[in-house]
């Protein structure tokens, strides 16, 4: 995109800060500009950030229901997807798939949950936990 038509648009979700962007001048030559938002890129970014709240919300249910384990759950919390989570921790997604039902979940060792949690951002008390609303 060239400098001059960098878009302009503030969103929320910037809150009032800005972004960097490459941009083409009029040499022809890339280099940063900054952007508060564009339309475009925001209403996407909102749409997937929507889904990945449902699928979290669904996790949960699924939990009270004894159909998954804390760390789908926590995977969704953290903005990740299966295969974000399994390439963080260097396994197969049908490896972190399994990990997924509670009876595999519990089998888990210590270092197991930890190196999850770490991935996560979270400690392991908090991974073998779901929040309580």
């Given at each position: 995109?060239?400098k001059?038509?960098?878009?302009?648009q503030?969103?929320?979700?910037?809150?009032?800060?800005?972004?960097?962007?490459?941009?083409?001048?009029?040499?022809?030559?890339?280099?940063?500009?900054?952007?508060?938002?564009w339309?475009?890129?925001t209403i996407?970014?909102?749409?997937a950030?929507e889904?990945?709240?449902?699928?979290?919300?669904q996790?949960?249910?699924?939990i009270?229901?004894?159909?998954?384990?804390?760390?789908?759950?926590?995977?969704?919390?953290?903005?990740?997807?299966?295969?974000?989570?399994?390439?963080?921790?260097?396994?197969?997604?049908?490896?972190?798939?399994r990990?997924?039902?509670?009876?595999?979940?519990?089998?888990?060792?210590?270092?197991?949950i930890?190196n999850?949690?770490?991935?996560?951002?979270?400690?392991?008390?908090?991974?073998?936990?779901?929040?309580?609303?």
């Open positions: 995109m060239k001059e038509k960098t878009p302009q503030p969103h929320d979700m910037y809150e009032g800060g800005s972004k960097v962007v490459y941009t083409v001048n009029a040499e022809g030559k890339y280099e940063l500009s900054s952007t508060t938002g339309e475009p890129e996407a970014l909102s749409q950030l889904e990945i709240d449902r699928l979290s919300q996790s949960l249910l699924k009270q229901q004894g159909i998954s384990s804390p760390l789908e759950y926590h995977m969704y919390a953290q903005r990740m997807d299966l295969q974000m989570l399994a390439a963080a921790v260097g396994k197969f997604q049908w490896q972190v798939k990990h997924f039902k509670p009876a595999n979940f519990v089998k888990l060792s210590q270092q197991q930890e999850y949690a770490a991935v996560l951002g979270i400690n392991a008390t908090q991974l073998i936990t779901i929040p309580n609303d």
